[in-house]
């Protein structure tokens, strides 16, 4: 099976713009949760999809917005873009039932940077 | 809420070595999956071993194994016969069992330097 894949891998942004970025999970897999990877905070969760309905979210700011598509391919927004935006965003696909053995597989990650 | 610290943000290892990283984590649930993740240098992050708090019995994979202790809020990896292929960040996280979902919490992560 193909992996996680993320595109675009870099990205490089102004202030005030906004970004999109897309997220293909493992083939029969309903859960893409997304994550904020950043030197200073580490990594943050964002939220999490599962079958197009957002199932968890994260404390971030509503400049932060995803969706999941019926294929399950998940996309993130992030609209007026700021500095501090700059990071790694990876997302992770799962199968998506319960129990530990429902494993999180993550994608190589879109690297950000906001100038 | 859920917390997860990684008190050692470096550590180091000779080749054939064993090293412990530590990871203790703050909940006030009953139910919960601990895990441990490794992000090597400019690759992906892979789970390497995960634990069910309601399971007693410390989790092995092969080289890397956990001393789970429930009630200090515990989770330390051991890596014996340390590689070079082990030096990576490596990363302490919490799920609720209890909630739905991934809402994995993780500590801020251990830089393993693997020395030849």
């Known amino acids: 099976k193909a992996g996680v894949t993320q595109t675009p891998r870099y990205l490089i942004k102004t202030r005030g713009q906004q970004v999109t970025l897309s997220c293909s999970p493992i083939s029969g897999h309903r859960s893409v949760s997304w994550y904020q990877q950043t030197p200073g905070q580490g990594l943050q969760f964002l939220f999490e999809?599962?079958?197009?309905?957002?199932?968890n979210k994260g404390n971030f700011p509503g400049r932060f917005s995803g969706r999941q598509f019926s294929n399950s391919r998940s996309e993130m927004n992030v609209s007026t873009l700021e500095l501090g935006d700059s990071a790694l965003y990876l997302c992770?696909?799962?199968?998506?039932?319960?129990?530990?053995?429902?494993?999180?597989?993550f994608g190589p990650g879109t690297r950000l940077t906001v100038l | 809420a859920q917390t997860v610290t990684q008190s050692q943000p470096e550590m180091s290892v000779q080749e054939a070595e064993t090293v412990t990283l530590s990871c203790t984590y703050d909940t006030s649930e009953s139910d919960y999956y601990l895990f441990w993740y490794k992000q090597p240098p400019s690759r992906q992050m892979i789970l390497v071993i995960r634990q069910e708090a309601y399971k007693q019995q410390n989790a092995t994979e092969n080289r890397f194994s956990v001393n789970f202790q429930k009630a200090a809020k515990s989770f330390s990896l051991k890596i014996s016969d340390s590689q070079l292929g082990d030096a990576a960040m490596y990363f302490c996280a919490y799920r609720s069992a209890r909630s739905g979902g991934f809402k994995t919490i993780f500590g801020a992560g251990t830089r393993l330097f693997v020395k030849a």
């Open positions: 999809y599962f079958s197009e309905t957002q199932r």
């Open positions: 992770a696909s799962s199968p998506g039932g319960q129990g530990v053995h429902n494993e999180q597989f």
